[in-house]
């Protein structure tokens, strides 16, 4: 299925303080599709200790199946021996818990 028009990307709300930094956003680039849907994306960045939280919300009619990709650099490699799993880079090692659900959200616990 083609582009016919670009979608529409808006900040739904913000949120920057000492200890952490909140947006949310949506866009409308799967409303082209027979099953549309608005992808609306929350990204929570507590600062102490350091930690990502990301949430995406993805309304539908009915059930629908999702793939999400995370594009991580060259040489990173997924470690599924541990709950949450570890995505190893190489800067840093991170734990991505991914829960499935009417949300789905992704944590990213950043050690050094």
Not at 70 to 89: K, N, R
């Amino acid at each position: 299925m083609a582009w016919d028009t670009f979608p529409t990307s808006i900040i739904k709300d913000c949120y920057f303080s000492e200890h952490m930094d909140i947006i949310s956003a949506e866009h409308n680039g799967y409303s082209r599709l027979p099953s549309a849907t608005t992808h609306q994306r929350t990204v929570i960045f507590a600062k102490h200790p350091t930690y990502y939280l990301v949430v995406d919300h993805l309304p539908a009619a009915s059930d629908q199946a999702y793939a999400l990709y995370f594009h991580f650099p060259p040489a990173t490699s997924l470690s599924t021996e541990s709950t949450p799993h570890a995505v190893i880079t190489p800067a840093r090692k991170l734990f991505l818990d991914v829960r499935c659900k009417c949300v789905i959200d992704y944590l990213f616990k950043i050690t050094q």
